[in-house]
C-alpha cells in the first residue's frame, strides 16, 4: 500500500526535527567543556585586538567600503569562484 500524500513530507518534517534535536543535544553535552573553556579567552582576545581605524569625512567612509569590496572579490578570485 502506498503512502498517502501527507504523510510522507510530514514524517521527513518530524524526522527533521528529531535529528535537529538529537545533534542539539548531544552537541551540548560533548562541546560544553570546549566551549567554556575558550569563550573568556576568545572574549579578552577579541576586546584587545578590535580597533576601529580613525578617519574623518565621507571621502574616507567611501574609501574603506571601496577596499573591503575589492578585498572580497579578490577572495572569490582566489578560491576560483570570481570573475
Known amino acids: ?3 498517502d500524500g501527507l504523510a510522507v513530507p510530514l514524517a521527513e518534517i518530524i ?3 528529531i ?3 538529537l545533534v542539539w543535544i548531544l552537541g551540548t553535552f560533548l562541546f560544553r567543556k570546549i566551549w567554556k573553556r ?3 579567552a576568545h572574549l579578552q582576545f577579541k576586546e584587545e ?3 576601529h581605524h580613525g578617519g574623518s569625512g565621507d571621502e574616507d567612509k567611501w574609501t574603506r567600503v571601496a577596499n573591503a569590496f575589492v578585498m572580497d572579490w579578490s577572495m572569490l578570485g582566489k578560491n576560483g569562484i570570481g570573475f
Open 15 to 17: 524526522g527533521a526535527l
Open 49 to 51: 585586538s578590535h580597533q
Open 1 to 3: 500500500m502506498a503512502p
Open 38 to 40: 575558550s569563550s573568556p
Open 19 to 21: 535529528l535537529i534535536a
